[in-house]
């Protein structure tokens, strides 16, 4: 728990990973700003964790896909006179499809979501934590920064970066009172596969996708040691731990078969429409 009163900034924390570590860190008596393009949704999640544990949920409504728009954010929670202790990067979108056919506009959005504001709300932040000397960050990446993933390139590119980057900064730290922790999860039980049009794939529909709530757990326990990296789930350890003996070549033709089309993509349909309700927050990362 939070010896004093601390406040966590979640990004796409309407849903998904960022709606439970939202509880998490309310839970352990943090304020919590919510930040996510969905602002009903936001007031939703805000109004149940102040019911839920009495904390303090500020509510910033943001796309930060637009230009400018992290920089904004970081400026807003300054006019508030509050102080960011602990940092989620957690927003982030995929798109499904070879390269030579998906549209470049929603790949430039990936980009811009996944790697841009991310490397401009890390720095913002991290400024300020530096300063102080005290200080958190949660960086969302993805079993897929650490393998080539054909059928959905230009996010599994992106979030290479983010594991890339964040490995670099966490040497930069070394020498001080500041973490940086990187989660990588694998598929999991939330919107995204259907936002990235990845819903007939055989990873999705063949697989045992992961809990958000027990990615959310696993993340914030590490973040809270000051780990510097959890992948989430003994099936995704031993997949990340292969990738660093298989060659890049298996490892594209490997991933590529579970990014293929499904042959019991209907049966996965029928056992959801009964099953319970899917998240649908397009800023929720979940691969």
Known sequence: MATEKQTALITGASSGFGYEFAKLFAKDGYDVILVSRNGEK??????EIK???????????KD????????ELYHEVQK??????????????GEH???????????LFI????????MQLTKLFLQDMVARDSGKILQLASTASLAPLPLMAVYSGTKAFVYSFSQALINELKDTNVTMTVLLPGASDT???????AEDTVIYNDTSLSDPADVAKDGYEALMKGKDKIVSGLKNKVQA?????????ALSSGMRHYMEESSSKDKKEEKGSGGKEKITDQETDSK
Do not use: C, W
């Not at 936001?42 to 109004?47: E, H, K, M, S």
């Not at 930060?64 to 920089?71: H, N, T, Y």
């Not at 499809?97 to 790949?107: A, I, L, Q, R, S």
């Open 42 to 47: 936001l007031q939703d999640v805000a109004q």
């Open 51 to 61: 019911m839920q544990y009495n904390v303090r949920a500020i509510v910033i409504e």
């Open 64 to 71: 930060l896909a637009e230009p400018g728009a992290a920089v």
């Open 80 to 93: 508030q006179h509050t102080q960011v202790d602990v940092l989620v990067n957690n927003a982030g979108v």
């Open 97 to 107: 499809g070879f390269f030579t056919d998906t549209d470049m506009d929603k790949e």
């Open 111 to 118: 980009i811009n979501l996944n790697v841009i504001a991310l």
């Open 191 to 197: 919107d995204f596969f259907h936002k990235a049009h």
């Open 241 to 249: 731990a292969m990738t660093n003996v298989v060659p890049d070549s």
